[in-house]
Nanobody
Framework: QVQLVESGGGLVQPGGSLRLSCAFS????????MGWYRQAPGKQRDLVAQ???????NYADPVKGRFTISRDNAKNTVYLQMNSLKPEDTAVYYC??????????WGQGTQVTVSL
């Protein structure tokens, strides 16, 4: 089992920045990738960014060049730095851990609202 706890969401104006954090614990040696997903009201949950154990990263097209995913193994924490935020980035953001057996673990989610 893997436990994930997100923090760092909130309200920000368009053009602003936020950094999300996800602290993970438990059976972390069985994780092949960590990621962030988001879900807006009435929409499906979509991948935002992913970082694999070797350091490779993957970003959804709408956030490329604006968001950066990183991982601090010493702190067992994954970050999502979000810059140049847009109203369409408004969603609940979920931290995800993908196991070596392709089991998904999820955090409880953190709300990000981009509005004037």
């Amino acid at each position: 089992q893997v436990q994930l706890v997100e923090s760092g969401g909130g309200l920000v104006q368009p053009g602003g920045s936020l950094r999300l954090s996800c602290a993970f614990s438990g059976s972390i040696f069985g994780i092949r990738a960590m990621g962030w997903y988001r879900q807006a009201p009435g929409k499906q949950r979509d991948l935002v960014a992913q970082i694999f154990n070797g350091g490779n990263t993957n970003y959804a097209d709408p956030v490329k060049g604006r968001f950066t995913i990183s991982r601090d193994n010493a702190k067992n924490t994954v970050y999502l730095q979000m810059n140049s935020l847009k109203p369409e980035d408004t969603a609940v953001y979920y931290c995800n851990a993908l196991s070596n057996y392709y089991t998904n673990y999820w955090g409880q989610g953190t709300q990000v609202t981009v509005s004037l």
